[in-house]
């Protein structure tokens, strides 16, 4: 069974525009990530936040996670037409030895 | 190139058939995954190996599922007598984790889609 919920199911944005992405899980976790997904390959891994961290950042992207709330958000800046993608939140458990995924949000940006 | 690499990426079959798809991992990592994602949904996991020791399936691994990891590299999974239901993408993932660290970024392959008519 699937731990995440992403919100929006989808979402469409112009170029430039700001892209927000929400997950939320049910259990206690050690660590969440954010993956994406281009139509129909594999995923790649964008970035990792740790239970005890409330923000980070790579590059155009800012993740943050509310622990109490069971939930983390992905916000992609100045969105690009290469962009256009799954994003999906993983989480892994506390001891827990592997992903379990959300799923996803399908986001189309639009040049 | 160092990636995850699957074989075949693409397997359509008859119902009741038998299909092995193959994944070789990043050679350094020790762990090795396997996921289900069909379409519209996450990848849901399957089972996975650390080093040839398989230590965890999942109840979504029925007994027509088999996987292995002969020697800690590569890893094959079969199914046994693939219904309609078993069509879905069969990814791969590997990732180092050193001992009591938690589970970090995993390295996934393109993929094997598989189709059963």
């Not at chain 1, 992403?6 to 050690?30: F, H, R, V, W």
């Not at chain 2, 020790?30 to 089972?47: A, D, I, M």
């Not at chain 2, 693939?82 to 050193?98: I, N, P, R, V, W």
Request: positive net charge; glycine residues 8%; aromatic residues 8%.
């Amino acid at each position: 069974s699937q731990q995440g919920e992403e919100d929006p199911q989808a979402l469409s944005i112009q170029e430039g525009e700001n892209a927000t992405m929400n997950c939320s899980y049910k259990t206690s976790i050690n660590n969440l990530q954010w993956y994406r997904q281009n139509s129909g390959r594999g995923l790649v891994h964008l970035i990792l936040i740790r239970s005890n961290e409330r923000e980070k950042h790579s590059g155009r992207l800012r993740v943050t996670l509310d622990t109490s709330k069971k939930s983390s958000s992905l916000l992609i800046t100045a969105s690009r037409a290469a962009d256009t993608a799954s994003y999906f939140c993983a989480t892994v458990m506390e001891y827990g030895n592997k992903l379990v995924f959300g799923a996803g949000t399908i986001l189309r940006v639009k040049s | 190139d160092t990636g995850v690499s699957q074989n075949p990426r693409h397997k359509i079959t008859k119902r009741g058939q038998n299909v092995t798809f193959r994944c070789d991992p990043i050679s350094e990592h020790n762990r090795l995954y396997w996921y289900r994602q069909t379409l519209g949904q996450g990848p849901e996991f399957l089972t996975y190996f650390q080093n040839e020791a398989q230590l965890e399936k999942s109840r979504l691994l029925s007994d027509r599922f088999s996987a292995e990891r002969p020697k800690g590299s590569f890893s094959t999974l079969e199914i046994q007598r693939t219904e309609q239901g078993d069509s879905a993408m069969y990814l791969c993932a590997s990732s180092h984790k050193g001992l009591g660290s938690p589970v970090h970024e995993q390295f996934f392959g393109p993929g094997t889609r598989l189709t059963v008519l």
